[in-house]
C-alpha cells in the first residue's frame, strides 16, 4: 500500500524557518517525482514545488521561489520542504503528493500556522 | 501562473449527470493534455479522478469522465451519487516543470 506521511508543520512567528518531511512507503521512491501542493483554510488547492527522482532537477510557484527548497533523500525516501522567511499568507495545510504529470497519490497533510 | 478557473458551485439531483469546466490557456490546459481532476471530501486529503484528459485511475467508477476542447477541459459525472457530493480541482502541466491546478467547484447533490 502507498503511503505519504508529512511532519514537521506547527505554529511558527513570521519570518521564521520550518521544514516538513514526507515520509514515502510501499512503492519505489527513487522513481517518481514528487511535489508539495497547499492549501489555506477554506481555499482551493495551490501547487508550490515539484523535484524530479533523482533530485537534479526542481521548480516552483512564484509565490514561494527564493524562500522555499525541496529536496529528497532517497536513500530515506523521504521527500523535505525547507520553508524560509516565512509570511501569514504562507498558513495552510500541506500535502505531499506523487506523480509525474498529475498527483496520483497523496499524504493527510501537515498544517503550517504562521502567526504572532 | 494564474489559476484555471472553474465555476464556484454545480448540483444535480441523484441519477442526473453535472459537468464542471476548467478554462485555462494556450500555455497549460490547451498546450498539453496533462489535465487532472481531483475530488476532495470535507477534511480529506484530494484523490485523483481523471488524469491526462481523460484516463481513470483503477478504482474509480466510470461515471467519472474527463475531455478537452481548446483551452477548457471538462469533467462530468453521470449518475450522481450523495457520495459524489464534494469539491472538485482540475490541474494542468503549465510547461517549464510548472502546475496549476483550478478555483474549485463544490458539486452539491440535491
Known amino acids: 500500500e502507498i503511503q505519504l506521511v508529512e511532519s514537521g508543520g506547527g505554529l511558527i512567528q513570521p519570518g521564521g524557518s520550518l521544514r516538513l518531511s514526507c515520509a514515502a512507503s510501499?512503492?519505489?521512491?527513487?522513481?517518481?517525482?514528487m511535489h508539495w501542493v497547499r492549501q489555506a483554510p477554506g481555499k482551493g488547492l495551490v501547487w508550490v514545488s515539484r523535484?524530479?527522482?533523482?533530485?537534479?532537477?526542481?521548480s516552483y510557484a512564484d509565490s514561494v521561489k527564493g524562500r522555499f527548497t525541496i529536496s529528497r533523500d532517497n536513500a530515506k525516501n523521504t521527500l523535505y520542504l525547507q520553508m524560509n522567511s516565512l509570511r501569514a499568507e504562507d498558513t495552510a495545510v500541506y500535502y505531499c503528493?506523487?506523480?509525474?504529470w498529475g498527483f496520483g497519490n497523496w499524504g493527510q497533510g501537515t498544517l503550517v500556522t504562521v502567526s504572532s | 501562473q494564474s489559476a484555471l478557473t472553474q465555476p464556484p458551485s454545480a448540483s444535480g439531483s441523484p441519477g442526473q449527470s453535472v459537468t464542471i469546466s476548467c478554462t485555462g490557456t494556450?500555455?497549460?490546459?490547451?498546450?498539453?493534455?496533462?489535465v487532472s481532476w481531483y475530488q476532495q471530501h470535507p477534511g480529506k486529503a484530494p484523490k485523483l479522478m481523471i488524469y491526462?484528459?481523460?484516463k481513470r485511475p483503477s478504482g474509480v467508477p466510470d461515471r467519472f469522465s474527463g475531455s478537452k476542447s481548446g483551452n477548457t477541459a471538462s469533467l462530468t459525472v453521470s449518475g450522481l451519487q450523495a457520495e459524489d457530493e464534494a469539491d472538485y480541482y482540475c490541474?494542468?502541466?503549465?510547461?517549464?516543470?510548472?502546475?496549476?491546478f483550478g478555483t474549485g467547484t463544490k458539486v452539491t447533490v440535491l
Open positions: 490541474s494542468s502541466y503549465a510547461g517549464s516543470n510548472n502546475f496549476v
Open positions: 494556450s500555455s497549460d490546459v490547451g498546450g498539453y493534455n496533462f
Open positions: 491526462e484528459v481523460s
Open positions: 510501499g512503492f519505489t521512491f527513487s522513481s517518481y517525482w
Open positions: 523535484i524530479d527522482s533523482d533530485g537534479s532537477s526542481t
Open positions: 503528493a506523487r506523480g509525474s
